[in-house]
C-alpha cells in the first residue's frame, strides 16, 4: 500500500475522463482500492475516487468514520444508482481535487445503488444523509463530474480560474 498523489485542478484532462467498468475485481483492483483508502486517510478525506490518483476504472471509496473511531471502509466497484428519491437535500461539499473550496451542493437526498464489493460480490446500499452525498459525489467522479459543474457557472469558472493561474506561478 502507498500514498499516491491527488490530481488536482487544473488537471481536467485527467479528471474529465470517463472511467472504465473493472472487468473482475481481482488482486490489482484490490492493489488499486488499498492505495485509494491509504491515499484517502492521509489526506484526510471521506471518499476519494480512483480518478483522483490517475486510475481511470470504475472503483471508490468511503469512509465516514470519526477520528478516534474504529475505521469503516467501503470498498466500491463499477456503482450504478439504481432509485434517487424526489427529495433533495443539500449540503456543503468539498473535494480533495478542488483544495480548499466548498459550496453547497443539492442532489437526491437518498439514494439506492448496485455494486460490487472488495470480494467481486454483487452488492446493494441503501443510502441517506452524508453517505448518500458523498456516494453521489464519488460516482459522479467516475464520469467526470466534478461538484463545481453542481454550481454556479460564475463561481466554477472564478475558480477554475484561480487553479489555472496558480499553476501558471507554479504554486501547485
Ligand atoms: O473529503 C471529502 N469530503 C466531502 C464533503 C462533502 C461532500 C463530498 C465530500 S468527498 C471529499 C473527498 C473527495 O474529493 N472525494 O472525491
Ligand atoms: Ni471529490
Not at 101 to 114: A, L, T
Not at 122 to 134: K, P, R, V
Request: charged share 30%.
Amino acid at each position: 500500500m502507498s500514498v499516491r498523489n491527488i490530481i488536482t485542478l487544473p488537471d481536467e484532462k485527467i479528471l474529465r475522463q470517463v472511467s472504465k467498468p473493472v472487468s473482475s475485481v481481482d488482486a490489482h483492483a484490490r492493489a488499486v482500492f488499498d492505495d485509494m483508502l491509504e491515499t484517502m486517510y492521509d489526506a484526510p478525506g471521506i471518499g476519494l475516487a480512483a480518478i483522483q490518483i490517475g486510475v481511470a476504472q470504475r472503483l471508490l471509496v468511503v469512509d465516514l468514520s470519526k477520528e478516534g473511531e474504529p475505521k469503516k471502509p467501503l470498498f466500491v466497484a463499477n456503482p450504478e444508482i439504481i432509485w434517487a428519491s424526489d427529495d433533495i437535500s443539500d449540503y456543503e461539499e468539498g473535494c480533495l481535487s478542488i483544495p480548499d473550496f466548498y459550496e453547497m451542493v443539492d442532489r437526491p437526498k437518498e439514494i439506492k445503488m448496485r455494486y460490487l464489493d472488495r470480494h467481486g460480490e454483487a452488492m446493494e446500499l441503501h443510502a441517506g444523509g452524508l453517505m448518500a452525498t458523498c456516494l453521489q459525489h464519488e460516482i459522479d467522479h467516475l464520469n467526470g463530474v466534478l461538484f463545481i459543474d453542481h454550481i454556479s457557472k460564475l463561481k466554477r469558472d472564478r475558480v477554475v480560474k484561480k487553479f489555472l493561474k496558480a499553476d501558471k506561478l507554479g504554486k501547485l
